[in-house]
Nanobody, 122 residues
Framework: QVQLVESGGGLVQAGGSLRLSCAPS????????MGWHRQTPGKQRELVAA???????KYSDSVQGRFFIWRDNVKNTVYLQMNSLKPEDTAVYYC????????????????WGQGTQVTVSS
């Protein structure tokens, strides 16, 4: 496992935008996939978006067209640009990294971040 440093969460009004970022701290294994999941109280953690080093992306249906994920392979950093935010996007967002795209997408990554709160007010 590696430690992940997340940043960018906060409070925003509906319709606004936020950008999350996540990068490993210190040495890291060969990371192929990076992504974001989110969780609200009483619900299972769900995929938001994931991306491979080669640029293959996957989005959940609920964020398709509003969120964009990309990564800087030199900095080993993943970004999530969240636009047109809705109150239902309110959640704790967790960064996920792994050697396999499938495991990151399915919620079984090699490492999770600590989580960053995103709150969208109506």
């Amino acid at each position: 496992q590696v430690q992940l440093v997340e940043s960018g969460g906060g409070l925003v009004q509906a319709g606004g935008s936020l950008r999350l970022s996540c990068a490993p701290s210190g040495s890291s294994f060969s990371i192929d996939a990076m992504g974001w999941h989110r969780q609200t109280p009483g619900k299972q953690r769900e995929l938001v978006a994931a991306v491979t080093g080669g640029g293959v992306r996957k989005y959940s249906d609920s964020v398709q067209g509003r969120f964009f994920i990309w990564r800087d392979n030199v900095k080993n950093t993943v970004y999530l640009q969240m636009n047109s935010l809705k109150p239902e996007d309110t959640a704790v967002y967790y960064c996920a990294v792994g050697r396999s795209f499938r495991t990151v997408v399915d919620g079984f990554p090699d490492s999770w971040g600590q989580g960053t709160q995103v709150t969208v007010s109506s």
